[in-house]
Nanobody, 118 residues
Framework: VQLQASGGGRVQAGASLRLACASS????????MAWFRQIPGKEREFVAS????????AYADSVRGRFTISRDYAKNTMYLEMFSLQPEDTAVYYC????????????WGQGTLVTVSS
């Protein structure tokens, strides 16, 4: 299974972006898909997750109300719509997959850079 993240870019504060994460397979064994982000020199942090079958959603407090996670089951693709972007949202965004019966995210995309200027 491979994850391909896309959609990053450079925007002004207040703008929006939509990230996508396409999965090459494994839909039947996927429990959760998630977005994480990492600022250089800092720990990777959780952004949002979605239950692949259940559709249950969780957000980090820092993005709740501004970001929306979704998935297209038929396309095996997850999205992150980001609104009202702020400079502190600048980071490399990674998508990740956790399989049924596993306690950790095992598969990671390559990351896509989001840069928000003030």
């Amino acid at each position: 299974v491979q994850l391909q993240a896309s959609g990053g870019g450079r925007v002004q504060a207040g703008a929006s972006l939509r990230l996508a994460c396409a999965s090459s397979g494994g839909a039947s064994t996927t429990l959760l898909m998630a977005w994480f982000r990492q600022i250089p020199g800092k720990e990777r942090e959780f952004v949002a997750s979605i239950g692949w079958s259940s559709g249950n959603i969780a957000y980090a407090d820092s993005v709740r109300g501004r970001f929306t996670i979704s998935r297209d089951y038929a396309k095996n693709t997850m999205y992150l719509e980001m609104f009202s972007l702020q400079p502190e949202d600048t980071a490399v965004y990674y998508c990740a997959r956790r399989r049924v019966g596993r306690s950790a995210y095992e598969y990671w995309g390559q990351g896509t850079l989001v840069t928000v200027s003030s």
